[in-house]
Each structure stands twice: as C-alpha cells, then as structure tokens.
C-alpha cells in the first residue's frame, strides 16, 4: 500500500465502501478477511456503510452476512434504502429520459437491462454477461418483451456489450445526447449506467452523512470505478484500490493493494481503524445511536 497527496485527517467516523471490485473479488466473494475488517470496524465503533452500481436488491447478502445496520446506496446513489430495502430516498429517471436511453443502446448494438422497483429487466435472458450479472446478484432478471411501463419508474439503465470498444463510443454518444438529463458513468469494463443526474455517489455521499449525523469531513471512503471518484471528492479521506484504473488511483488521497490481493482488509486495518478517534460531539446527537469509536484514543 502506499501514501498519497495528504495526511490522514484528524478524525474518521465512518467507513463507506464500493461493493464489486472494493469489497468484493473478481469472482464476487468477500473474503474472510473483509468479513473480519467489517467485523474490526463495528468493534472500534465505527459505522460501515456500502454503496454500489447494483439494485438494493442486489445488496440484500451482504447485510445478511455483514450484519449492516446503515443505509444502502444502490444505483450509484438513486436510492437509499433501510437495510430490510425499504426507500429513504429516490432519483428516478424521467420517463422520456429513459426510453431515449433505452433506444440509443439499442441502434448502438448495445443491450440494455432495465432497473425498475426491485426488478432487474431484460429481453434477451441468454444475451452477453446475463448469467454473470445474476450470480452476482443473487437473483434473476424478469424478461420481457419490451420495457413498456417499467420505463416510467426506472431507477437505471445498463448498456452492456462485451466489445469494449463499441461500448466506449456508445458511452460518448450518451454522454453528448444527454448532458445535463441523466448521469452516464462506467463502473466495470463491460458495462455504463445511465441514471438521474442526482444518483452520483458524490450527493449519495452528502445524503448518507446527513443520514447518519457524521460530518461528511470525518467520512472515509473506499472504491474502484470511476462512478466512486464523486465521493472521493466529498469525503474525509479517499482510498482507491489497486486494481483501479490510474485516473482513479491519481484522485484517491491514498491507494491500497487490489481487491484479490485483501486491499480492502488492509486499508481498513492500516487506514481506517488508524485514523478512528473517540466522537468529540456532545452527547443527544444523532450519533448517539452508534457506539463511539473508541480503539484509538
């Protein structure tokens, strides 16, 4: 692991983690060393949150197995939701936003996979990286033969296509049609999320910590994709991992090893879990309903 641009700042409170390629590896496992960093952190008292690209469906196993208690950021951040999925907050995409979305992935030769409610929609179930997505999921797609009315409440819109570079132009064409409409971001190679302008996980970020009463200063932060370089930007402290790509590497204040190399393990341990100092706050906060973080004094 190495240092990057500043020092650790004087507190962290929190801890906010990207789930696939952060806290997971690239065969979707948490290992049992993650299991044991989350397990460290609600030890000293600190907060462990995850956001991700992924439905709050999608989420579900690991508040399961990581006994998660704080609010899910799923979409990027266009819904937060209670750990049992119930929504806090919301940014759907406009209806005419995402049947363009839709028909521009289609005349790009892209398939699109629609996120409406808890459903994950498809019209191809044997179409590319389908049977991935739903391992990793946890759950299968509902195919159709059009999206129809799940258009008028999507909460995001995959193009995937395992030609990198078609994918890519599809990305710019999306990015120049829709301007300020709705939020295009790449979080894996194979695949671009088109999402209400406001689902980023930088206002995600400023949402969770209005939700959890811990300045956002005192937030760390933790992912691999360009869609994380938004929180980066909003929290205390920002680790990349490093199996990211430069750029996102070059924003984070400080970088780790990579998700198959126990990077999240040893970040929490040498980054987080140092930095954690007892809450300064007085007492009838809304920090109140989380233990103190007390393993650094």
Known sequence: M?????????????????????????????????????????????????????????????????????????????????????????????????????????????QAWVYAGQDWLVLDPVGPLVAREARALQ?????????GSALDAAGKIVG????????????????????????????????MEITHPLANKGTALVALSRLLAIPSEEIAVIGDGGNDVAMFGQAGLSIAMGNAAPSVRRAADLVTESNEKEGFAKAVASFVIAAARPPRRPAGSGRDRFPPAACHE
Request: proline share 7%; aromatic share 4%.
């Open 160 to 191: 995937v296509s395992e030609d990198a570079v078609l994918l890519a132009r599809c990305e710019r064409k999306a990015r120049a049609l829709f301007g300020g409409d709705a939020a295009v971001a790449r979080s894996q190679p194979h695949s």
């Open 2 to 110: 190495t240092r990057a641009r500043r020092a650790f700042p004087a507190n962290i409170s929190a801890l906010v983690s990207d789930v696939d390629g952060t806290l997971l590896t690239d065969g979707k496992l948490l290992s049992r060393a993650a299991r044991s960093a989350v397990a460290a952190l609600g030890e000293c008292g600190i907060p462990f949150a995850i956001t991700s690209s992924r439905p709050p469906r999608g989420l579900r196993m690991l508040v399961e197995t990581l006994g998660i208690t704080t609010p899910l950021v799923a979409f990027n951040g266009g819904v937060l939701a209670t750990p049992d999925l119930a929504v806090i907050e919301q940014h759907l995409l406009p209806p005419a936003v995402a049947r363009r979305a839709v028909e521009t992935l289609v005349e790009s030769g892209v």
């Open 139 to 147: 759950f299968p797609p509902v195919v159709v033969e059009a999206f």
